[in-house]
């Protein structure tokens, strides 16, 4: 199927659970797992220690200073009130986001072991830390139960996540309960977001464990038993997954044990995925804070005689991934050309009447898409009446590249996409680009692009589509995606440039 809606993801991720729960199956509640690890005592030198004996004179030592604390990683946010149940017939008292108490601190120790690093963990409230991730990049929420979250509470989790922050959430036990919540809460966030389950192929998966599959501590409906894929769902803030919701329970792994009952990753897989979710909020925290200032760009020139408006096709809900890479890109066109002209960079709907005015159309994305047959006419009126289209997947993504290819052939049927030869004005036009680099990440997933990137369809002797399957637009922030099939930063530039005057002059 080319469009499965978020809702049907999760209702049909909670269905699942429900169908079990009316077959006998109950999901435990309460508190489980261990305290977390004690704050080991520090000792200055000679304390402790019993005096020397006279006459003996002592030695002049010197006080070793204390090392610097650990800087603070991943904040686990305390939320809601007292809970009770009744076990053994005894009433036991518990908080519902606590009930593995030792889960992150454990994860953090084998995170700071695996990767070499040295980070520590808080607990808290949410008002108790700062909302700058620069202090706290990742927090964290776990829980059976429904909850909610205040207006203040949610403008606070808007500003952490739109600033660079992860948010994770844990579905402790695999309770539906706490995974609608935290769904439908997260949403309240990032409004407009659609949840989508991580594919195989997301570098949360291979960031640094390669992890195919997992082990389950009981069937899940998704894996058909006791073995499958992880069943994770990401909200996008940009080109990065800021919220990272696990539909089965992580947190008693990472606490090292298993639970009776309870829908859960196997701890040894549990950490794995952990040390991943780490490493990859580690690997995106400067994407996120880069994205977090928006820059919109109108140059005024004294001398312009006209306007370029760089109009960007709105597609999904995450078309707009690269602004400030855009801006950067407009502002290198007039510092190094000869161009005068005002830049603008504005968002449009294709079947919008004002997308014939432009000369200049840009369509990135990450993810699937499927034109309407509006949208489709739309875009072959423009094409075919000397519009330009540059298309590129955010990232490289290569759902995007599918989408795109086939979306193209519906409105262009007569033409395909070919290679641009090594002579065309597009590689020559202003800076000479006889090959191109391509990021780090592209060689480390195994494979090998052609020199030259950029595929086109030509309309009356020109090309009126330019198309590059690597990301070409992530590349103008100035720096490369960490997990991005692109172009390197520094070729993006010179070939944006390139292109930005070939549409101009063509």
Same mark, same amino acid.
């Given at each position: 199927?080319?469009?499965?809606?978020?809702?049907?993801?999760?209702?049909?991720?909670?269905?699942?659970?429900?169908?079990?729960?009316?077959? @006998?199956?109950?999901?435990?509640?309460?508190?489980?797992?261990?305290?977390?690890?004690?704050?080991?005592?520090?000792?200055?030198? @000679?304390?402790?220690?019993?005096?020397?004996?006279?006459?003996?004179?002592?030695?002049?030592?010197?006080?070793?200073?204390?090392?610097?604390?650990?800087?603070?990683?991943?904040?686990?946010?305390?939320?809601?009130?007292?809970?009770?149940?009744?076990?053994?017939?005894?009433? =036991?008292?518990?908080?519902?986001?606590?009930?593995?108490?030792?889960?992150?601190?454990?994860? =953090?120790?084998?995170?700071?072991?695996?990767?070499?690093?040295?980070?520590?963990?808080?607990?808290?409230?949410?008002?108790?830390?700062?909302?700058?991730?620069?202090?706290?990049?990742?927090?964290?929420?776990?829980?059976?139960?429904?909850?909610?979250?205040?207006?203040?509470?949610?403008?606070?989790?808007?500003?952490? +996540?739109?600033?660079?922050?992860?948010?994770?959430?844990?579905?402790?036990?695999?309770?539906?309960?706490?995974?609608?919540?935290?769904?439908?809460?997260?949403?309240?966030?990032?409004?407009?977001?659609?949840?989508?389950?991580?594919?195989?192929?997301?570098?949360?998966?291979?960031? /640094?464990?390669?992890?195919? $599959?997992?082990? /389950? #501590?009981?069937?899940?409906?998704?894996?058909?038993? $006791?073995?499958?894929?992880? =069943?994770?769902?990401?909200?996008?803030?940009?080109?990065?997954?800021?919220?990272?919701?696990?539909?089965?329970?992580?947190?008693?792994?990472?606490?090292?044990?298993?639970?009776?009952?309870?829908?859960?990753?196997?701890?040894?897989? &549990?950490?794995?995925?952990? +040390?991943?979710?780490?490493?990859?909020?580690?690997?995106?925290?400067?994407?996120?804070?880069?994205?977090?200032?928006?820059?919109?760009?109108? $140059?005024?020139?004294?001398?312009?005689?006209?306007?370029?408006?760089?109009?960007?096709?709105?597609? #999904?809900? %995450?078309?707009?991934?690269?602004?400030?890479?855009?801006?950067?890109?407009?502002?290198?066109?007039?510092? %190094?050309?000869?161009?005068?002209?005002?830049?603008?960079?504005?968002?449009?709907?294709?079947?919008? $009447?004002?997308?014939?005015?432009?000369?200049?159309?840009?369509? &990135?994305?990450?993810?699937?898409?499927?034109?309407?047959?509006?949208?489709?006419?739309?875009?072959?009126?423009?094409?075919?009446?000397?519009?330009?289209?540059?298309?590129?997947?955010?990232?490289?993504?290569?759902?995007?590249?599918?989408?795109?290819?086939?979306?193209?052939?519906?409105?262009?049927?007569?033409?395909?996409?070919?290679?641009?030869?090594?002579?065309?004005?597009?590689? #020559?036009?202003?800076?000479?680009?006889?090959?191109?680099?391509?990021?780090? /990440?592209?060689?480390?997933?195994?494979?090998?692009?052609?020199?030259?990137?950029?595929?086109?369809?030509?309309?009356?002797?020109?090309?009126?589509?330019?198309?590059?399957?690597?990301?070409?637009?992530?590349?103008?922030?100035?720096?490369?995606?960490?997990?991005?099939?692109?172009? &390197?930063?520094?070729?993006?530039?010179?070939?944006?440039? %390139?292109?930005?005057?070939?549409?101009?002059?063509?």
């Amino acid at each position: 199927m080319r469009k499965i809606t978020v809702i049907a993801l999760l209702l049909a991720a909670m269905a699942a659970t429900r169908a079990l729960a009316d077959e @006998g199956f109950n999901v435990p509640k309460g508190p489980c797992g261990s305290a977390p690890p004690a704050t080991p005592h520090r000792r200055k030198a @000679g304390e402790a220690f019993p005096p020397l004996p006279l006459p003996a004179t002592p030695l002049r030592r010197t006080e070793k200073k204390r090392p610097p604390a650990p800087p603070p990683l991943i904040a686990k946010i305390q939320y809601g009130q007292v809970k009770e149940i009744e076990r053994d017939g005894q009433t =036991v008292r518990y908080h519902d986001w606590n009930k593995d108490p030792g889960d992150v601190a454990m994860l =953090v120790n084998v995170a700071n072991q695996t990767l070499g690093l040295r980070y520590t963990q808080k607990r808290g409230p949410l008002a108790a830390f700062d909302a700058d991730p620069a202090q706290f990049p990742i927090y964290y929420f776990t829980g059976s139960d429904e909850f909610s979250f205040s207006e203040q509470e949610v403008a606070r989790l808007r500003e952490f +996540v739109r600033t660079g922050g992860t948010v994770w959430g844990d579905t402790c036990f695999g309770d539906t309960d706490f995974f609608a919540a935290f769904s439908r809460e997260m949403n309240r966030v990032l409004p407009g977001r659609q949840w989508r389950r991580l594919p195989d192929d997301h570098p949360l998966f291979h960031c /640094y464990y390669r992890i195919d $599959e997992v082990s /389950y #501590t009981r069937p899940v409906p998704e894996a058909g038993g $006791e073995t499958g894929s992880p =069943v994770i769902f990401g909200l996008d803030n940009g080109d990065r997954t800021a919220v990272i919701l696990s539909r089965y329970d992580l947190s008693c792994g990472w606490d090292g044990h298993i639970r009776d009952g309870a829908y859960s990753v196997h701890p040894k897989d &549990a950490r794995k995925l952990g +040390v991943n979710m780490i490493a990859y909020a580690l690997a995106t925290f400067r994407l996120g804070r880069y994205q977090s200032a928006a820059k919109l760009y109108y $140059e005024e020139q004294e001398r312009a005689r006209g306007d370029f408006v760089f109009a960007q096709a709105r597609l #999904t809900d %995450n078309w707009d991934t690269q602004p400030n890479a855009i801006a950067n890109l407009l502002k290198f066109v007039t510092a %190094n050309t000869s161009a005068e002209v005002k830049f603008q960079r504005r968002a449009v709907d294709l079947v919008a $009447e004002e997308l014939q005015e432009y000369p200049f159309l840009y369509m &990135a994305g990450r993810y699937d898409f499927e034109l309407t047959e509006a949208q489709v006419q739309a875009l072959r009126r423009y094409l075919t009446s000397g519009g330009f289209l540059l298309a590129s997947p955010s990232a490289g993504r290569r759902e995007f590249d599918r989408a795109f290819r086939r979306e193209i052939a519906r409105v262009l049927p007569d033409h395909k996409l070919e290679a641009l030869p090594a002579a065309h004005p597009v590689y #020559t036009i202003l800076n000479k680009v006889d090959s191109v680099r391509y990021s780090d /990440y592209v060689a480390s997933v195994g494979e090998s692009p052609l020199a030259l990137p950029l595929e086109g369809i030509q309309l009356g002797g020109t090309a009126a589509v330019i198309y590059s399957p690597y990301g070409i637009g992530g590349g103008w922030r100035g720096f490369d995606h960490p997990f991005g099939r692109d172009i &390197a930063h520094r070729d993006a530039v010179r070939l944006g440039v %390139n292109i930005v005057l070939y549409a101009m002059t063509h």
